[in-house]
């Protein structure tokens, strides 16, 4: 119940954040830009308040859910393996100025645990996919051909 309170009231600063947006459209650059600027191909409107809002607390949760999920294989990995976190801490306690994001590339071994354990486990393991035309994935499958 408390989480759905919190859902809802989020909704709620999403939409005055896209009303200031509407306000402004300079600022409106990002995935909340193009989700605003985004239209219908067969009707060419624009996405209605609710969608819009629906739309990025889909993406809110999705990448809460697959930073959370990478951040806990990549600990459990680093707890397995105590000379990578050795090299690990060396590395952050060698590199202590983090000032902009442009100092990110310098923290190579940090970079190479991440995305071995995304390698490992990656957090979109599943991917639904729907053919566009039964037609057509029938014959790809009949025929053995991509």
Same mark, same amino acid.
């Given at each position: 119940?408390?989480?759905?309170?919190?859902?809802? +009231?989020?909704?709620?600063?999403?939409?005055?954040?896209?009303?200031?947006?509407?306000?402004?459209?300079?600022?409106?650059? #990002?995935?909340?830009?193009?989700?605003?600027?985004?239209?219908?191909?067969?009707?060419?409107?624009?996405?209605?308040?609710?969608?819009?809002?629906?739309?990025?607390?889909?993406?809110?949760?999705?990448?809460?859910?697959?930073?959370?999920?990478?951040? =806990?294989?990549?600990?459990?990995?680093?707890?397995?393996?105590?000379?990578?976190?050795?090299?690990?801490? =060396?590395?952050? /306690?060698?590199?202590?100025?983090?000032?902009?994001?442009?100092?990110?590339?310098?923290?190579?071994?940090?970079?190479?645990?991440?995305?071995? +354990?995304?390698?490992?486990?990656?957090?979109?393991?599943?991917? /639904?996919?729907?053919?566009?035309?039964?037609?057509?994935?029938?014959?790809?499958?009949?025929? #053995?051909? =991509?």
């Amino acid at each position: 119940m408390a989480f759905a309170r919190s859902f809802r +009231a989020s909704g709620k600063i999403i939409l005055q954040i896209i009303d200031r947006r509407r306000k402004d459209p300079a600022t409106s650059t #990002g995935a909340l830009g193009m989700l605003m600027q985004a239209r219908d191909p067969q009707s060419g409107q624009l996405m209605q308040d609710r969608q819009l809002i629906d739309e990025i607390l889909t993406l809110i949760v999705a990448g809460h859910e697959t930073t959370a999920s990478t951040l =806990n294989w990549t600990w459990y990995l680093i707890s397995q393996h105590p000379e990578v976190e050795q090299r690990l801490s =060396n590395e952050l /306690n060698d590199l202590t100025t983090f000032s902009e994001f442009d100092d990110l590339p310098r923290f190579l071994y940090t970079r190479q645990i991440i995305d071995e +354990a995304m390698r490992l486990y990656p957090a979109g393991w599943l991917l /639904n996919r729907k053919a566009l035309h039964e037609r057509s994935a029938r014959r790809v499958f009949r025929s #053995g051909r =991509n």
